[in-house]
């Protein structure tokens, strides 16, 4: 084989949560009473652009995680295959003219010129101005054509773009015949709208760096969609590990009552009157000694900021599953004086019987709820921790050590400012759709939840 | 009523007995007591005679759990564990590990902390609650949907944009007000305009669509239609009834952050350069001085359960029909 | 409603106005304005002020102005030169039984008194507890002073051992001063571990008093290096009855130390101790007088730095440091000239996590329109990679390991590092020793032959193809081993410090990438770091070292083997070993600058040049920015005690502070337009909807 797939923890994790929910979906529409509030969610026009532009982060984010390394040339007379200790994802296979094209250190968006002025010969006398990019633009013999070479990959961009709406429209058209009640226009428009702005930046980005070069000259676009995959792995693995806690425990305490209730009370109490960014920041520093002093286990960096990120995410989920699970011990407190789980008693059915058959579907909506709900926090908390300094392996691709450095080019005159601006656009529009889908996912399934808020 | 909060006091002990150790526990895993002393004492020239000499007279040379070698009766006492954490069920937080009085410390940074919480609370408050009345009142309206639309956007924000957004543009660009820093007495004005400025704005986003939820399930009640029958003003119904009424579950749910505030904001103190106490936590882990980290978390944790006994209390208060047993 | 949002704003805006006069953005209190005040500031609070026990730069920014050692360097001149501060002159060297001990007898100036204190009142060293504790700050107190004498002096050295003190140089100078090590568990012996241990009572053999102002220190054979510590704060004139007021029970308890609160003779002192926010130097009006240096290196004439020559220092009265811990905040307050100069913290090497402000190398256009002005001066440090001495795979003295650090050494690219990472304020080093030391060399000799060629006048890094080269004689052909085939994968340790990392761990990253090598970076926090290091399973890691003191043997001890970090705690982190080096070492460490010693030296950085245990990293440049309207600002990394010498024109500051800050008022008042417009169609639906006609349940 040409290559050596390499799965890392959060691939596989992640590839199984699809999997999961590939289940759940298949599952749900063969149980009309489960698929209905899905149903009735995706009968919102905003549920159905939010899916679209939630699709597509996803799509990148799944791209991102698969990966494998190269290998290398058979060397004479030695054993086995080598392979490069790098390790890539298709993602970057596909964004190789990106990965590769660094350049010495800032450049503006679409620029071809340097953004710091440095000192070098022209015709043997020593000049001190700003110097072209290595790749950005190098193609043009004359920086005078640069505006009619940016509109005419723009055009061809949307031209594109246009082709492509002709075979949306006919899939809305044929989509609309069969499902009426779901928004397929709606659903379609955005998918076009979302073509239109990334196939010119697509087109350009083959000749500029179109977010401009960082301080090393990296691609900023580059480092904006690698991103993607460590908001979503921490948005999406976390509630994997909040999730069976919440649950369970939340549950036991609320059916069992007694000293369950009470050992389930203390724990999360305890839990919850640590100020949360201090039991973060200890749990986080911990493991990070522990994966220091067990450099043996990981053959690549790879593998240890992948780690790294796994855990963040339990520790995260670890430390907020009690906001759940109060809200499970609740109703399930409700639940267990219902009528029907009285008699369920009378009879003699087990409680296990009893928790799994009648409790656990009933708070199903809540645990869904909860799931959507918590993805845009947990987005945003990457880039607050980090910013304090227990986030992921600061060698790591993510908006929080994006705006983190970016925070520095502030204060440079003049501004260096698509560093932040890169980030800001794609996490905000990111947080955006999982925030107003979770909106349309609530009022579908109960829009009577109330989900923590606390004020100030 | 009374019995009610002696038993809850007594139930705060276990709780803060096992803050305390899951602190203590999860501090010392990271860190040992010689990296302690390694941070305290410098990085150039150091002996190990001299750290021998520092753990010694802090007490971090005895075992930190469980001394093997301690008489019986005093294997769990003579131990590093359990000689830091009983003085502070008694409030005596002792010296940090720089010498500075922890206790003085404290009450120095509560004031710079707490004139900046209290205000983002109050005024967030209220600018939340005008916004999400004007919601409530404009419901099923174009305005109600993009003022819904507003809050999302501005929830979807990350607080490190505003903060950075904000410095950049009001002191930077515009010379409005000082880029950071701090002053005691009403030249703290000026340097608190923003960051309470910022901490509204962030604030606006979560807040808002929260009270418009409460403000909309007060309004699907009975008594509300009936005042609506009697031919009020919906103006009327809103402000007289509807606000009246949604109070109580907005006053019980700030009752529960307020003893929190003395904590400080963590993100707004250290960018604004105002020391307060969010940012002695985070500055005590970085130079891994365990007696302050030991303090604050064991002071948080008052606060919580404080805020948990006030919203109970709030509770009976504000409704007659419930009574704490 | 609205409206009255609207009154409330204008007024609060008419507060505002009427508040801040036409500045609105000042930190200060407006009554400070005007003043001959000194702006500066501090990211990381101290952690002591106390002459025995601190040791960094930051510290030494507070220290050094209050405490007065017996000698001081010359402000001007480099080399460095050591000139006499409260001593009459430079003690010499006096050699006595043949070479066993030293001594040093130094004389200080009669005259000299000590800051006004109120340690220095009888009545204040028996305060009742309450008073105490109504004190808010020492000052409160009935001040008081007295003369300097050499007892204040014996008195510190003897803190030095002081059992309940941590004195970093203590091990250091035990090994030196006679009898220190003796006294030391002689101290132990007698402390009661409470109140005031006297230490007049407890004579030390090798420190004694000659007479009221001479005092004579006797060293254990022979140590030159001794006067450079006899210019640190370390060996500066404690008063016993410092130590004695702030024994006091109640004080600590207040902060009230001399660990922050220090006493001394120097041009300024602590008047205000708020390591959370500001502490205020004020003008000593005890201080014995200086005069601002007659002489300076060549150019700072040209400078203006000699327009002063000969007048009496201080010129400033006060100094205000305000703590900036973000530097964001800090850069953008000294454009706004809030703050009077710029510096890099030259802690940088050490775990303060502060992160070098973003400047421009030469002073950008807008901010020579200011005036804004650099002044850079090649510091007394060294930032290098070493190559752990004991890693199978890089080091050790064989062929094929140093083959190996000579590839990696020509491909890291030091000079793009410089420009990348520090705007160009560095020099990239060819040896340990840095400039301005004795020992360096300048031009064509002085390079290092294993990565520099020397063409046109200049050194220049071989190719990338010479590294290749290199990379295949070592076994290791495009970055794979020969024998394997395996891909080539080396280490690097280094500590996270904060956001500006990732950019650096890239940049490191594409060095190695240059030779197919791919490197793994292992960041870790300071702690994790040194333990590592201490152990040695590192393979790569990153370092640097600040001098003590402006001698060779301050920078060649990090190569010496006896000092290995792994085998003896040293500071020779790499653990490098050469029998060769080793021996010049223990000749050169003790001569006095000759070219004999000279010799020696060349051959020692010859070996490290042909062994490459170090990719010698960087000379980083001091460097400030300083603002038109303030003088006598030169860089200087040995001594902190610059501020008796700066001068302020305060009256250009106001105008230039008013100039730049004009509040910009236009977004305010579209900020509240668009609030009212806002209005608008909430009034119009407000209108329809209760003209509105009974609907249909919703």
Not at chain 1, 172 to 184: D, G, M, S, Y
Not at chain 1, 208 to 219: A, N, S, W
């Amino acid at each position: 084989m040409p290559f050596l797939p390499f799965p890392l923890f959060t691939d596989v994790l992640l590839w199984l949560l699809m999997g999961a929910i590939a289940l759940y979906v298949w599952y749900c529409s063969r149980k009309p009473h489960l698929g209905a509030p899905w149903a009735r969610v995706f009968q919102s026009r905003t549920a159905a652009i939010c899916a679209v532009v939630f699709g597509c982060y996803v799509a990148i984010g799944f791209a991102d995680s698969l990966h494998f390394r190269v290998r290398l040339q058979q060397a004479a007379g030695s054993e086995g295959t080598p392979y490069s200790p790098a390790v890539l994802s298709v993602l970057d296979l596909a964004l190789t003219h990106l990965r590769e094209r660094r350049e010495r250190t800032y450049s503006a968006p679409l620029a071809t010129r340097l953004y710091a002025k440095e000192q070098f010969e022209i015709d043997g006398k020593p000049v001190r101005d700003f110097p072209r990019l290595r790749y950005g633009g190098a193609r043009l013999q004359d920086e005078a054509e640069r505006p009619r070479d940016i509109a005419a990959r723009i055009g061809l961009g949307l031209f594109v773009a246009a082709f492509a709406a002709v075979l949306i429209g006919l899939a809305v058209k044929r989509l609309r015949r069969r499902r009426p009640q779901i928004p397929w226009s709606a659903g379609g428009a955005t998918l076009l709208g979302v073509l239109a702005a990334a196939l010119p930046v697509l087109f350009l980005s083959f000749e500029y760096h179109v977010f401009g070069t960082d301080k090393v000259g990296q691609d900023v676009l580059y480092q904006a969609l690698k991103s993607i995959r460590i908001s979503l792995i921490i948005g999406t693995l976390t509630t994997l590990v909040l999730l069976p806690l919440g649950m369970a425990l939340g549950v036991m305490a609320g059916y069992f009552k007694g000293w369950i209730d009470d050992a389930i009370q203390y724990l999360y109490t305890t839990l919850n009157s640590i100020p949360g960014v201090l039991l973060i920041a200890a749990a986080v520093l911990m493991m990070q000694v522990v994966i220091d002093r067990h450099a043996e286990w990981f053959s690549t960096a790879e593998q240890r900021a992948d780690l790294r990120l796994l855990v963040l995410c339990a520790i995260l989920g670890l430390t907020s599953w009690t906001g759940l699970a109060r809200l499970l011990r609740g109703e399930a407190l409700k639940l267990s004086q219902l009528e029907y789980i009285q008699a369920a008693h009378a009879f003699g059915v087990a409680d296990t019987r009893i928790l799994t058959r009648h409790i656990l579907p009933n708070v199903a909506h809540i645990v869904i709820i909860a799931m959507v709900m918590d993805f845009s926090g947990l987005v945003l908390a990457e880039a607050v921790l980090s910013y304090v300094g227990v986030g992921v392996d600061p060698a790591t691709t993510s908006f929080g050590t994006m705006i983190n450095a970016a925070r520095l080019e502030m204060g440079r005159e003049p501004i260096v400012w698509w560093s932040l601006a890169a980030a800001f656009v794609f996490m905000f529009v990111l947080v955006l759709a999982a925030n107003l889908f979770a909106d349309a996912v609530r009022d579908g399934f109960d829009p009577r939840v109330r989900m923590g808020f606390v004020p100030a | 009523m009374l019995a009610y909060i002696v038993r809850r006091v007594l139930y705060a002990i276990p709780i803060l007995v096992g803050v305390n150790l899951i602190t203590f526990v999860l501090f010392f895993v990271v860190n040992t007591p010689d990296d302690m002393a390694r941070m305290q004492l410098g990085a150039k020239r150091v002996t190990s005679e001299a750290i021998e000499k520092w753990k010694a007279e802090r007490g971090y040379d005895k075992p930190l759990l469980f001394n093997a070698a301690a008489p019986r009766g005093a294997k769990l006492t003579q131990t590093v564990f359990y000689e830091k954490s009983v003085r502070l069920f008694a409030f005596d937080f002792g010296a940090a590990e720089d010498n500075r009085d922890i206790a003085n410390e404290i009450r120095m940074r509560m004031w710079p902390s707490l004139a900046l919480a209290v205000p983002v609370l109050i005024v967030g408050l209220a600018v939340n609650i005008t916004f999400a009345l004007f919601m409530a009142f404009f419901r099923a309206t174009y305005l109600d949907f993009w003022g819904v639309v507003l809050c999302v956007a501005l929830m979807s924000i990350s607080a490190l944009f505003y903060i950075i957004g904000g410095q950049y543009v009001a002191s930077k660009l515009w010379h409005l007000v000082p880029i950071s820093g701090y002053a005691g007495g009403f030249d703290a004005a000026k340097f608190l305009v923003l960051p309470v400025l910022i901490g509204v704005l962030a604030g606006i986003g979560s807040g808002g669509r929260w009270y418009r939820t409460l403000f909309l399930e007060e309004m699907s009640r009975d008594y509300v239609r009936t005042a609506r029958a009697k031919g009020l003003a919906e103006s009327v119904v809103l402000f007289r009834h509807v606000l009246k009424n949604a109070m109580i579950p907005i006053l019980t749910g700030v009752v529960v952050v307020i003893p929190l505030l003395f904590m400080g904001s963590l993100l707004s103190e250290s960018f604004f350069g105002i020391p307060g106490l969010g940012s002695y936590t985070i500055d005590a882990i970085q130079a891994q001085d365990f007696a302050v980290v030991r303090s604050m978390v064991f002071i948080g944790s008052v606060l919580y359960i404080l805020g948990l006994l006030l919203t109970d209390l709030s509770y009976t208060l504000v409704d007659p029909r419930i009574r704490l047993q | 409603m609205r409206l009255r949002i609207t009154l409330i704003l204008l007024a609060f805006l008419a507060f505002l106005l009427s508040a801040c006069g036409e500045v609105w953005n000042d930190p200060y209190p407006a009554q400070e304005r005007g003043k001959n005040i000194l702006y500066s500031s501090f990211a990381e609070r101290p952690k002591h002020l106390d002459p025995v026990q601190s040791y960094t730069e930051d510290e030494a920014n507070f220290t050094q102005q209050v405490y007065e050692p017996p000698l001081q360097y010359q402000y001007l001149k480099r080399p460095y030169e050591l000139v006499a501060l409260t001593a009459v002159e430079v003690p010499k060297a006096q050699v006595v039984e043949g070479g066993k001990f030293t001594i040093y007898e130094v004389r200080i100036k009669p005259g000299i008194r000590y800051q006004p204190h109120p340690a220095f009142v009888p009545e204040n060293q028996s305060l009742s507890g309450q008073a105490i504790d109504r004190l808010r700050s020492p000052y409160d107190l009935a001040l008081g002073t007295r003369e300097l004498l050499a007892d204040d002096y014996i008195y510190q050295i003897k803190r030095l051992a002081h059992p309940r003190l941590h004195s970093p140089i203590f091990g250091l100078m035990a090994g030196y001063i006679v009898g220190m090590n003796e006294y030391a568990q002689e101290l132990r012996a007698a402390d009661r571990r409470e109140g005031w241990l006297d230490l007049r009572q407890f004579p030390l053999k090798g420190v004694e008093r000659v007479d009221a102002h001479t005092f004579r220190v006797t060293l254990n054979g022979s140590y030159p290096q001794f006067v450079y510590w006899l210019a640190m704060p370390f060996f500066a004139p404690v008063p016993w009855e410092a130590e004695k007021f702030f024994s006091q029970p109640g004080m600590e308890r207040k902060n009230f130390t001399l660990d922050w609160w220090p006493v001394g003779t120097g041009a300024y002192m602590l008047t205000e101790n708020n390591p959370n926010a500001r502490m205020v130097l004020e003008r000593n009006p005890n201080f014995h007088g200086e005069q601002y240096p007659r002489e300076g290196e060549a150019g700072d004439r040209k400078q203006g730095l000699l327009a002063d020559a000969g007048k009496p220092i201080p010129f400033i009265d006060k100094v205000v440091f305000s703590r900036e811990k973000e530097s964001i905040p800090y850069w953008n307050k000294f454009l706004q000239g809030y703050y009077d100069m710029s510096g890099i913290n030259s802690d940088v090497f050490d775990q303060a996590v502060r992160v070098p402000i973003e400047g421009d190398a030469a002073v950008s256009p807008e901010m020579q329109e200011k005036g804004i002005q650099l002044s850079t001066s090649v510091g007394t440090s060294t930032g290098y990679l070493a190559f752990n001495w004991d890693d199978p795979v890089v080091g050790g003295s064989s062929e094929r390991a140093r083959k190996l650090r000579y590839a990696i050494s020509v491909a890291f690219d030091v000079e793009e590092q410089i420009s990348i990472f520090s705007n160009g304020r560095g020099i990239a080093a060819q040896g340990p020793i840095a400039p301005g030391i004795f020992g360096y060399t300048e031009g064509r000799e002085g390079i290092n032959p294993v990565v520099y060629d020397w063409v046109d006048g200049k050194p220049q890094r071989k190719p990338i193809e010479v590294a290749r080269r290199l990379l295949a004689e070592a076994g290791y052909p495009d970055g794979r081993d020969a024998r394997t085939g395996r891909p080539l994968v080396l280490y690097l340790d280094t500590v996270a410090r904060g956001p500006g990392d990732k950019a650096v761990f890239d940049w490191t990253r594409a060095q190695f990438d240059k030779l197919s090598i791919q490197l793994e970076i292992r960041a870790t926090d300071w702690n994790r770091f040194q333990e590592k290091i201490r152990k040695g399973t590192t393979q790569i890691f990153r370092l640097g070292w600040n001098a003590d003191y402006p001698d060779p043997e301050n920078f060649l001890f990090l190569l010496h083997g006896p000092q290995a970090k792994v085998r003896s705690q040293g500071e020779n982190a790499a653990n490098y070993v050469n029998p060769e080096y080793d021996a010049l070492f223990e000749k050169m460490k003790n001569m006095e600058n000759s070219p004999e010693r000279k010799r020696i030296i060349d051959r020692m950085v010859d070996i490290a040049r042909h062994d490459a245990p170090w990719i010698w990293g960087v000379h980083p440049k001091d460097y400030s920015l300083r603002h038109a309207w303030l003088a006598n600002n030169k860089p200087n990394n040995m001594a902190r005690n610059n501020i008796k010498y700066l001068k302020i024109d305060v009256a250009k500051r106001e105008a230039l502070r008013r100039q730049w800050n004009r509040p910009v008022l236009w977004p305010l008042a579209l900020t509240i337009a668009i609030l009212l417009l806002s209005a608008v169609p909430a009034v119009i639906s407000y209108r329809r909807r209760e003209r509105m006609a009974a609907r249909p349940a919703s």
